[in-house]
């Protein structure tokens, strides 16, 4: 959803909510309960594909019609900093672009780098269908011509090397890819 919200043209295929500041008690688990059991005539989970898997995949039903079909259903993924490298953000990081808050530019472009190479390396056929998706939004993303808006005053800090957003280790792996 990030993609489009800056403007890319592809439709997304489910929406990631990074939970900015989590206390410790809330785990992606408890967030996706929380949220069923405060509006169930909009959220619901499903059993994930994965039989071994111990989450359960959160959507989103803008319909309270309980029988509306999947295709009137968004999926929602709950992200907690520190999984999959993302970083904790604060309020005053995060961009705000057609009235809805959506992460820095680097730090979407970096995790849509990281996704398509996660992707392409995990030999998984329901991964590997997403590879050619995932090169098309890094090269959107690349390409995109009001990227500058976005981008932090040249004399501030590297962003591509910025703490706040990327630890060391993040920064040296994106930098391979």
């Known amino acids: 959803m990030a993609c489009r919200l800056y403007g890319s043209p592809r439709l997304p295929n489910d929406v990631d909510v990074l939970i900015l500041q989590p206390n410790a008690a809330q785990t992606q688990e408890r967030i996706k309960a929380e949220l ?17 898997a111990t989450y359960q995949i959160l959507y989103y039903r803008p319909s ?25 953000l604060e309020p005053s990081n995060v961009v705000t672009h057609a009235g809805l808050p959506i992460v820095p530019y680097q730090v979407l472009l970096l995790h849509k780098l990281q996704a398509w190479d996660d992707h ?18 890094v090269l959107w993303l690349l390409t995109w011509s009001e990227v500058e808006a976005f981008m932090p005053p040249e004399d501030s800090v590297d962003m591509w090397s910025d703490r706040t957003f990327f630890s060391e280790a993040f920064e040296n792996a994106s930098r391979e890819r």
């Open 36 to 52: 069923v059991a405060h509006r169930p005539d909009n959220f619901f989970l499903r059993a994930a594909k994965d039989s071994s």
């Open 64 to 88: 309270p019609d309980p029988s509306s079909t999947r295709k009137e259903t968004i999926k929602i993924d709950i992200l907690l900093p520190g999984v999959m490298n993302l970083p904790s």
């Open 120 to 137: 392409r390396l995990s030999g998984e056929e329901r991964y590997m269908k997403k590879v050619p998706i995932d090169a098309k939004d």
